[in-house]
């Protein structure tokens, strides 16, 4: 089916076929019809099929009628990364050069005050991230009450970035009658229930299995020791016909670690996440699309939705953790109908990472062997819980040093003698052969005197928990004397010392 038959402006036909598209993709062929009726869309299709343009298109015929005024966008369209929106614009760009719409880009990074003086023109086409969105908004800069089609674009990546509540209350600004169009890669549960908040009677549209990989990506897994893995990269990057390729670690500062190591081995290479500032992010992607940059060493930041046109290759430095991160990233090559190439590197501690993504794509990763690198098995779980149980092993034997090192700190059984008191029996020899106990007699202790001027009783109320009278006992009926305290063998110094007491006066006797 070609694009005429979509019912496409000829102004937005004509800009198609400059770029070089003659058939529409599966998504495309099957979202445009329904976003010209004004239907609400859920669409859901691996990632590289075109789902950008599956809704860039029919809008830019839609809001061809109509003006936009000060500040209030006639569409919104949310990103979850300042790549995705920036993309998303150049979209527009490119398929709206025939028509006079006004798009603004709300993004992290960029200065407030360009933002605002496109605000002030009026827009049609607001793209934004949902943070720089509500700090706008906040700021009473951005009003919202006129929007008439929004865009959620790969909702799955909302959900993993945490913007999910952010989405939410965007929406509640919304007016509550507007065409409302869902694309996500996958479809969880959460996501399956925003859906069904955010959108009414709603065209559901697969054009592909939640999570498949494309087609015309050759995948391939090499299993080393951890140790071994930059080597084994170097090798694939020396050996393989690599024109361009992106090599995705799992954490930033790893990111920087494999750079840096790549080019002191001479390889033309530029790190890419998401602690960089936005305008070195834009610089190093536009030399990367450009051919200036052959390796683009990134995190996560740059595996949703980037057409980087004509990649060759993909690797996976770091196994992801969340299998769905792998068909996304591998998603980035094999786009348009070229074939491309994805390469693994796990490690023996990568099994069960690898077993989730294997399960996600429906059948193994082929295993391929480097020359000159030795090749390791993954570790089996039963391994892994004894390594586990033989650290509890050595926990409890620490516990059995510690309390064999606060049991040396006790007086020792000579210091016990000295002092008179009676050794404790160590073997069950002893314990045995020990006598009996008689039953204690009896005390018949005065008690000792009361000063009820030197402790006072405790109010019940009183809050100061740190006094030394509400430490003490108190007094019932019934209660036992409290212990008398003695100096034991030690005499204080002020004993010692003599005492002279006045001379006793004789009494005198009485008178008779």
Do not use: W
Not at 210 to 231: F, G, N, T, W
Not at 287 to 316: K, Y
């Amino acid at each position: 089916m070609p694009f005429a038959d979509l019912g496409l402006s000829p102004e937005v036909l004509r800009a198609v076929e400059e770029v070089g598209y003659v058939e529409p993709t599966p998504i495309q062929a099957q979202a445009i019809p329904y976003v010209l009726m004004g239907r609400d869309v859920l669409g859901s299709a691996q990632t590289g099929t075109g789902k950008t343009a599956s809704f860039t298109l029919p809008m830019i015929d839609i809001l061809t009628s109509g003006r936009a005024r000060v500040r209030m966008p006639r569409s919104l369209i949310l990103e979850p990364t300042r790549e995705l929106a920036t993309q998303v614009a150049e979209n527009f760009d490119v398929y709206g050069k025939y028509h006079k719409l006004n798009q603004a880009l709300l993004i992290g990074g960029e200065s407030f005050a360009e933002q605002l003086k496109k605000l002030d023109r009026g827009v049609d086409v607001l793209i934004a991230t949902p943070g720089r969105m509500l700090d706008l908004f906040e700021r009473g800069k951005i009003l919202l009450s006129d929007v008439k089609i929004l865009v959620i674009d790969e909702a799955d990546r909302m959900l993993d970035m945490g913007f999910i509540p952010d989405v939410e209350r965007i929406v509640g600004l919304l007016p509550k009658i507007r065409q409302t169009l869902f694309f996500s890669a996958t479809m969880p549960p959460e996501i399956r229930r925003l859906a069904d908040a955010f959108l009414s009677n709603p065209k559901t549209i697969s054009v592909a299995p939640p999570a498949s990989p494309a087609a015309m990506v050759v995948q391939a897994l090499a299993v080393v020791d951890h140790q071994d893995k930059r080597e084994t990269l170097r090798h694939l990057l020396r050996t393989e016909n690599v024109r361009n390729a992106v090599i995705f670690c799992n954490r930033k500062r790893d990111v920087d670690i494999l750079h840096r190591s790549l080019a002191k081995h001479g390889f033309d290479a530029s790190p890419l996440h998401g602690d960089m500032a936005q305008a070195r992010r834009t610089e190093t992607l536009d030399r990367f699309r450009n051919g200036e940059i052959a390796i683009l060493v990134a995190s996560d930041v740059a595996a949703r939705g980037l057409d980087i046109e004509g990649l060759s290759h993909v690797f996976n430095f770091d196994v992801p953790i969340h299998a769905e991160d792998y068909v996304h990233r591998i998603g980035r090559t094999g786009r348009a109908g070229r074939e491309g190439h994805a390469f693994t590197l796990a490690s023996e501690n990568d099994g069960r990472f690898v077993e989730a993504i294997e399960k996600l794509i429906g059948k193994p990763i082929p295993r391929v062997e480097i020359l000159g690198i030795p090749t390791v098995g993954f570790e089996e779980k039963d391994a892994r819980r004894g390594r586990r149980g033989e650290a509890s092993e050595s926990g409890r034997r620490g516990e059995a040093s510690e309390s064999r090192r606060r049991s040396s700190d006790r007086p020792r059984v000579s210091e016990r003698k000295r002092s008179g008191e009676r050794p404790a029996p160590e073997t069950s020899a002893e314990i045995d052969s020990m006598p009996a106990k008689k039953p204690a007699a009896p005390q018949t202790e005065e008690k000792p005197v009361s000063h009820p001027t030197r402790h006072a009783p405790v109010r019940s109320g009183d809050r100061r928990s740190g006094d030394r009278r509400s430490r003490q006992p108190r007094e019932q009926e019934g209660d036992q004397d409290a212990p008398v305290l003695a100096f034991g063998d030690h005499m204080p110094e002020f004993l010692k010392r003599p005492v002279k007491l006045p001379p006793l006066r004789k009494e005198e006797p009485e008178a008779a």
